[in-house]
């Protein structure tokens, strides 16, 4: 199994475990801001009813996203993850 595979039917378990669905659910992503990555987390959630937060590094050089959205059910919270992976340079907190 992969570690991505694997990481996620952890996360799965959890979320199974200590949530009742629906509810809020807060993704934090670190992401380069050299190519507007920042822009392509957001366009992940649109029309979502996220709440986006964007917070720039000391340095500049990162873009920390924080995205508050109310969500159905575990399968649902990975499937967001799985699309933001795609995204070059991005860190999954």
């Known amino acids: 199994m992969s570690d991505k595979k694997e990481f996620y039917t952890k996360l799965k378990a959890q979320l199974d475990d200590t949530t009742e ?14 190519a507007n990555q920042a822009a392509e987390v957001e366009t992940i959630f649109n029309n979502s ?3 986006i937060n964007k917070k720039k590094s000391k340095t500049g050089k990162y873009v920390s996203v924080s995205v508050v959205l ?24």
Do not use: N
Request: charged share 30%; aromatic share 14%.
């Open 70 to 93: 109310k969500i159905e059910s575990s399968d649902k919270v990975i499937s967001y993850y799985k699309r933001a992976e795609k995204i070059k340079g991005i860190i999954s907190l």
């Open 21 to 34: 669905f629906p509810a809020d659910y807060l993704y934090k992503f670190i992401v380069p801001t050299e």
């Open 49 to 51: 009813g996220a709440v």
